[in-house]
């Protein structure tokens, strides 16, 4: 069974990982973000695995191929409209990234 993409679920995910890090991130002493990018991707690759590990699909190795050019696809571009809205928006938030 296929159950159709749910953009509104992705969204909630998507708020939800986000706020999960910046939270983590925060660095009192600055007021700001401190993004340590290795160890932010290291637990985003390892949250994959785990969603992929509970659907408990035969075809793992398939969905983990999609995923795969997926994210080839899409991290390039979607890396470059955040850097766009950062560059135009610099609304003062401190948030370095340490790698």
């Given at each position: 069974?296929?159950?159709?993409f749910d953009s509104?679920?992705?969204?909630?995910?998507?708020?939800?990982v986000?706020?999960?890090?910046f939270?983590?991130?925060?660095d009192?002493?600055?007021?700001?973000?401190?993004?340590?990018?290795?160890?932010?991707?290291?637990?985003?690759?390892?949250?994959?695995?785990?969603?992929?590990a509970?659907a408990?699909r035969?075809?793992?190795?398939?969905?983990?191929?999609?995923?795969?050019?997926?994210?080839?696809?899409?991290l390039k571009?979607?890396e470059?409209?955040f850097?766009?809205h950062?560059?135009?928006?610099?609304d003062?938030?401190?948030?370095?990234?340490?790698?």
């Amino acid at each position: 069974m296929t159950i159709p993409f749910d953009s509104q679920y992705r969204d909630r995910i998507r708020d939800a990982v986000c706020d999960a890090i910046f939270k983590a991130s925060h660095d009192p002493a600055s007021g700001g973000v401190i993004l340590r990018s290795g160890e932010v991707i290291d637990s985003l690759v390892t949250a994959m695995a785990m969603t992929i590990a509970y659907a408990r699909r035969d075809d793992s190795d398939a969905v983990i191929a999609r995923i795969t050019v997926r994210i080839a696809q899409d991290l390039k571009s979607r890396e470059r409209a955040f850097r766009r809205h950062l560059d135009e928006s610099n609304d003062g938030h401190v948030v370095r990234d340490l790698h």
